[in-house]
């Protein structure tokens, strides 16, 4: 888009920071709240006009507020910012969160879904009965566990949670039981992996929905630090079957087309062979986009960022035709993709952040787009100071290699890392 009209873009996410790098490659000027505010989120300058050198004339101007909560956006200094904002997008964790989302639009407009369709769409049990009525294959789901049922055939899921958070095992205490936070979905076996898709809001030869992106999910890796379900990383984007990809585009497109999608969003399947089970739908840009940032240079796409591509999108302005042709997900090699991996501290107390170990992490700061093959790069790196709690993400590790050994070099930079605030918490 390279913001003709140098729209200032508002971003709310639990983590802000992928998404304000994509938003000024663009171009955009940027207001951005999170829970964190990273040192690589707020920049110094540097970094604007680093994440913006695609296709951007000028240095976009960034505003980063820290949060406490979602509920914080409607203080009025906070509702100042905001409504200095053209047009507002969100990511991980506001989704779940209706009410504030219905007041920030009476503020600015919001490109995605309204409070409305994410009510629906929060009901994961009534979305994924209403596809198996149209002849596609689910996991069972249930707002209530049976009296016959086998309670360690069942995950207890959130209906309102993100990143794996507010999943457990279903124990004997609830079969029987229905309570309106959960509900119960019985487990089925395969890997984890991400679809990203992209909707317009006209259903005519621009419009539709295309699948462009192909992410295979880190779940509960121990060398992460992470909890069971807990997501922890991403690596594409990946090559697919031209069979897995009918089937994965006609249940995007369905959902798209049902509940009236537009912008980009993601599903989570589990993949076993030609078997392929949609298990949550996020209504939102997703943490594996960032992948797709980063296998971004060629010229021929319509579209600088995911950011761009989601604005575009739901403005109605995106060619969809020029879109699928340069989306060839069955032709991709698999020795040119990306990987990152979220570092958690899994230490028994709280370390807070040295000089000399923010100083190491600024160090080895990378923009995914910069990486060349085998290089690590280092995101979302806390700032000096920063207390960080066990259970709490460190930083993110970024890596370009071949899908073969990307794991390996993300599992050895994230020992390093755990490492260093290890010895933090021992007084070393």
């Known amino acids: 888009m390279d913001n003709p009209q140098k729209f200032r873009l508002l971003i709310v996410a ?20 999170d829970f964190f505010s990273d040192w690589d989120s707020q920049g110094d300058g540097k970094s604007c006009d680093r994440s913006s050198q695609v296709r951007s004339r000028q240095v976009p101007k960034r505003t980063v507020v820290r949060l406490r909560d979602f509920e914080d956006l409607l203080l009025q200094e906070n509702l100042d910012l905001i409504s200095g904002c053209d047009f507002a997008i969100f990511a991980g ?20 879904p309204d409070a409305r369709q994410l009510a629906r769409l929060s009901d994961t049990v009534k979305v994924l009965a209403w596809l198996k009525a149209m ?16 309670p360690g055939d069942w995950l207890k899921k959130s209906f309102r949670s993100s990143s794996g958070l507010g999943i457990q095992r279903a124990t004997e205490e609830d079969v029987g039981s229905e309570v309106r936070s959960h509900y119960f979905q019985k487990e089925v076996q395969g890997e984890n992996f991400s679809g990203v898709f992209i909707s317009m809001p006209q259903m005519g030869k621009d419009g539709g929905t295309a699948l462009v992106g192909w992410t295979r999910q880190l779940v509960n890796e121990q060398w992460c630090g992470a909890g069971e379900f807990r997501y922890c990383g991403s690596i594409g984007p990946l090559p697919i079957q031209e069979s897995l990809k009918a089937k994965i585009e006609t249940i995007g497109r369905a959902i798209a087309e049902q509940y009236g999608i537009v912008g980009a969003w993601g599903i989570d399947f589990l993949v076993d062979g030609s078997n392929v089970w949609p298990i949550d739908f996020n209504i939102r840009l997703t943490a594996s986009m960032e992948i797709i940032d980063g296998g971004n240079r060629d010229t021929s796409t319509p579209y600088s960022s995911v950011v761009d591509l989601h604005v575009l999108a739901c403005l109605g302005n995106l060619d969809m035709q020029r879109l699928r042709r340069s989306t060839d997900l069955t032709g991709l090699e698999s020795d040119a993709c990306f990987g990152k991996s979220i570092v958690f501290y899994d230490g028994d107390d709280p370390v807070r952040i040295t000089e000399a170990v923010h100083r190491q992490l600024v160090f080895q700061w990378r923009l995914i787009g910069e990486l060349e093959p085998g290089q690590i790069g280092l995101a979302d790196i806390p700032n000096e100071g920063e207390l960080i709690r066990p259970g709490q993400p460190i930083c993110t590790i970024l890596v370009k290699q071949d899908s073969h050994r990307v794991v390996g070099i993300l599992k050895l930079a994230t020992e390093r890392i755990r490492q260093t605030l290890l010895q933090l918490g021992s007084g070393q």
């Open 14 to 33: 639990a983590s802000a920071r992928p998404w304000i790098h994509s938003a000024e490659i663009a171009g955009f000027d940027v207001t951005a709240f």
């Open 93 to 112: 964790g506001l989704e779940n969160k209706p009410s504030i989302i219905e007041s920030l639009a009476s503020h600015v407009p919001v490109l995605g």
């Open 135 to 150: 002849g596609y294959q689910v996991p069972e789901s249930s707002s209530q566990l049976g009296m016959d049922a086998s």
